[in-house]
């Protein structure tokens, strides 16, 4: 996990933003409409659970796009550039960058219609109803596309129960905070089903639909004495490839 994705813990970062508004600027609304309507054209939507018509639906985006996606795309950006960006600027490249290496539009063109835009802010947008697509947003949005799956086998790890995170190889994504890495917490939920991620984080440990637990961890076991308020406790979603006994896992092995 790079710099940008392990901050926790680390001093001297400046200031903390308390912006507690979702959309800042009126274009990040827009930002994070274009990146739903991906995730709802997707092909992975083949083989959701939802049965969505997506090889008959109307639309010439033919890819994969996912929250596992936009978030690769994040974490592979370069530490300084990555901090000089406001979190949805971060979205825009990641999406544009997407369409250029994809073919769907080349740097030229992009560079083009930016331009364009930049001159003439009101200039009207393309506009292309399609009500296919349209619906098909909306059912997406209520639907989801991980939805809960049968548990293959009982959850290994019970409430109350307490257990070690593992530290397994670092890969290109992970959805293990890396300050949590070899530290001992306490289950304090099992969630009911299984869930998947929608890619196979490989030796990660991330693949087929598995229990994810609720644990909880002590802040000054974490942070240490004296860096954290009294009392803090810090409340992790787990896959459970990210946890084992206590006895039994060791660095650099998943449970």
Same mark, same amino acid.
């Given at each position: ?11 001297? +970062? ?48 033919? &890819? ?76 997406? +949005?209520?639907? !989801? ?26 890969? &290109?994504?992970?959805? +293990?905070? !890396? ?24 030796? &990660? ?26 009392? +803090? ?23």
């Amino acid at each position: 996990m790079k710099l940008q994705h392990h901050l926790g813990g680390l001093e001297n +970062l400046g200031p903390v933003n308390v912006e507690t508004a979702v959309f800042v600027q009126p274009w990040e609304k827009r930002i994070f409409g274009i990146h739903t309507v991906m995730m709802a054209e997707s092909a992975h939507l083949k083989d959701a659970l939802p049965r969505y018509p997506v090889q008959s639906l109307p639309t010439a985006f033919k &890819d994969d796009w996912t929250w596992a996606s936009l978030r690769t795309g994040a974490e592979g950006m370069q530490p300084f550039e990555y901090f000089k960006y406001r979190y949805y600027e971060k979205w825009l490249m990641g999406i544009s960058q997407f369409f250029v290496d994809r073919g769907y539009v080349t740097a030229d063109e992009l560079d083009d219609r930016s331009s364009f835009y930049s001159r003439q802010p009101e200039a009207a947008l393309p506009d292309k109803p399609n009500l296919a697509l349209k619906a098909q947003v909306t059912r997406y +949005l209520k639907e !989801g596309d991980s939805p809960l799956r049968p548990l293959p086998a009982r959850p290994r790890y019970q409430l109350g129960q307490k257990v070690k995170v593992a530290d397994p190889e670092a890969v &290109d994504h992970t959805r +293990l905070p !890396g300050y949590l890495r070899n530290q001992v917490g306490t289950v304090t939920l099992v969630y009911p089903g299984a869930y998947a991620y929608f890619v196979n984080t490989g030796p &990660d440990g991330i693949g087929k639909a598995m229990p994810v637990y609720q644990v909880v961890f002590a802040g000054d076991e974490i942070w240490g004495a004296g860096k954290c308020e009294p009392n +803090l406790e810090i409340y992790a979603d787990l896959f459970e490839a990210y946890v084992g006994p206590v006895e039994r896992v060791a660095q650099g092995e998943a449970a």
